[in-house]
């Protein structure tokens, strides 16, 4: 039996191969060839194949997300014929190296080149280009579309996961997700929870692709990585797998019940999501609204800014979808681990502390307006309600407020319906926002409190960082202080408060919420029945602020 401890980021146990995914990037050998007209050939099949499969991608995205989503892959393709990009391979391959070396290289070189330019523009290109390269080689290795080339459901494993790749994964190939890096914060991690799939990560680098093939238990409640289990091991595991099970038939006998505590406290269970494709989860799991949609993820999906139509669209699908129950769908918040070259983002030294979420937003007027816009003609389609990210200011909110009302006015004078009460919110993320709390709870109708962020910049920790352990602590009596703060400022005003962090699924901090007075809590899908269980047994009047205190 073999035993790798990582940290467990989502729950659940699963069983099956592993799957390292791009090992096309890491084992490339400057091998040479035999025969460099076989691989001529292999480089053209290989090429062919990513024109189509572009061209595929294409199609599909327009067809889910507009004409801006479909440019992201018709640039992909335009490098498929640049000869600076082709004609370094033809060169390597002419000197003899097999044609993953040689794609490769040329890959490496190219994006080089262009990072090195001048043009913002073109030093992002420097991305795509490693985009394309991944997936030429990955043809050429036979890894199929989605990163999973397996008939079975597999352990996805890899170094680490971008957000954007995780939500372009094949996600009936994925059992479970097990990575060498990240932490429990990562919007990785938040997406395997979305998902419903175990995560294992921060597994360190001992865990390679030598293990590639090999079967394994993932444990995400321990956050291990098990192989050849002894027979004890495999009864427990078995036996967890079977608890497993009934706890879910339990959790579906939650579905359509009240949320509500035996003392008659309500508090809304609602979901967070990243995605369109997120909202079956919402509905499967009884959520009752959405209290988090991550707009960012149309943005890095679109490979930049979606048109306003695009983004009208797909606000709209899920305010349908969710049939008049509150849809908050935040504003743009990039920056930091969301990073998006094509937004022609500088590199920082302190991305969590610089130019980020609604920062961008006050700085790029135009990309602002054009959300607003979407979500004001969204808001005649179904509840929508428009939460702005990472306030720090009140002069911040009174900016984002004249945005809306310039929006509206243009709205009614083109006549195009909107909701003239679409709820306005702010998130509470920074020390900043809760010191300031009493005077921004005058200026919008709800706080949700961002506790991933609000851990990270009250405990000054970084959330991404999977090796500061206990440091990172979202229980610390000074963000639980913090959040009753913003809950007493708002309630004083007479807004409501909810936590759409990732503290807001813990049922062990139920009876603080209650004590608090927390209003909403938004969560993964796959957290909402088991939190509903919980509320359902508790007694809100025997809960104290204890925790507060130690
Ligand atoms: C948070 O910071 O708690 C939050 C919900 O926002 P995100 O995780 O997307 O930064
Ligand atoms: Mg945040």
Same mark, same amino acid.
């Given at each position: ?156 494993? #890899? ?7 995780? %939500?372009? /994964?094949?996600? +009936?190939?994925? *059992?479970?997700? =097990?990575?060498? $890096? ?98 079956? #989860? ?7 609204? %959405?209290? /988090?949609?991550? +707009?960012?993820? *149309?943005?890095? =999906?679109?490979? $930049? ?131 300031m709390a009493p005077e921004l709870a005058r200026l919008v109708d709800f706080f ?38 913003a809950a007493d400022a708002a309630h004083e005003a007479g807004i409501w408060i ?53």
């Amino acid at each position: 039996m073999k035993i790798l401890q990582g940290q467990g980021v989502s729950k659940g146990v699963e069983h099956g191969p592993i799957y390292f995914c791009r090992r096309s990037q890491t084992l490339i050998q400057p091998d040479k060839a035999d025969d460099p007209r076989f691989q001529g050939e292999r480089l053209d099949r290989a090429m062919e194949q990513a024109a189509q499969q572009l061209g595929q991608m294409a199609e599909l995205a327009r067809a889910q997300a507009g004409d801006s989503a479909a440019q992201l892959f018709e640039t992909h393709a335009m490098f498929l014929e640049d000869e600076d990009y082709t004609g370094a391979m033809e060169e390597l391959l002419a000197e003899g190296y097999c044609a993953e070396y040689a794609v490769d290289q040329a890959g490496e070189q190219f994006s080089a080149m262009l990072a090195a330019m001048d043009d913002p523009y073109m030093q992002a290109r420097a991305g795509d280009v490693k985009d394309v390269t991944g997936r030429i080689l990955n043809n050429l290795m036979g890894v199929v579309e989605g990163g999973i080339d397996s008939q079975v459901p597999v352990i996805l494993a #890899a170094a680490d996961l971008a957000p954007s790749e995780t %939500i372009q /994964l094949d996600k +009936s190939k994925i *059992l479970a997700i =097990a990575t060498q $890096g990240g932490s429990g914060n990562s919007h990785t991690a938040i997406l395997a929870r979305t998902m419903g799939i175990p995560a294992v990560c921060g597994l360190g680098a001992s865990f390679n692709e030598s293990y590639h093939g090999k079967q394994a238990y993932i444990v995400g409640e321990t956050g291990q990585v098990i192989f050849d289990p002894d027979q004890e091991t495999l009864q427990s595991l078995k036996a967890r797998q079977a608890q497993q099970a009934q706890r879910r038939a339990l959790m579906r006998s939650m579905a359509g019940r009240e949320d509500v505590t035996l003392d008659g406290r309500k508090i809304k269970l609602c979901c967070n999501i990243g995605s369109l494709e997120d909202v079956d #989860a919402v509905l499967a799991n009884d959520g009752q609204g %959405i209290g /988090l949609f991550r +707009s960012e993820f *149309l943005y890095l =999906a679109a490979g $930049g800014c979606p048109s306003e139509e695009d983004q009208f669209q797909a606000y709209k699908r899920v305010a349908l979808a969710m049939k008049g129950k509150r849809v908050i769908v935040r504003t743009l918040d990039i920056g930091a681990d969301k990073q998006a070259g094509r937004f022609h983002l500088n590199r920082e030294e302190n991305p969590a502390l610089g130019l980020r979420a609604i920062r961008i937003c006050l700085n790029h007027p135009e990309v602002f307006h054009t959300q607003l816009r979407a979500l004001y003609r969204a808001s005649a389609c179904g509840k929508i309600a428009i939460m702005f990210p990472m306030i720090a200011s009140v002069w911040e909110v009174k900016e984002c407020r004249r945005a809306c009302q310039r929006v509206m006015d243009e709205l009614t004078a083109e006549g195009i319906p909107f909701n003239p009460d679409t709820e306005i919110g702010i998130m509470i993320e920074t020390p900043a926002a809760v010191f300031m709390a009493p005077e921004l709870a005058r200026l919008v109708d709800f706080f949700s409190v961002g506790t991933n962020d609000l851990t990270q910049y009250t405990l000054a920790c970084d959330r991404h960082r999977s090796d500061l352990g206990k440091f990172f602590d979202p229980h610390h009596p000074a963000v639980l202080r913090a959040l009753k703060m913003a809950a007493d400022a708002a309630h004083e005003a007479g807004i409501w408060i909810g936590i759409c962090g990732e503290l807001g699924a813990d049922p062990n901090l139920l009876p603080i919420f209650l004590a608090i007075g927390i209003d909403e809590l938004s969560v993964a899908p796959s957290a909402v029945l088991p939190l509903r269980a919980a509320l359902r047994k508790s007694i809100a009047n025997r809960c104290t602020l204890d925790l507060l205190m130690s």
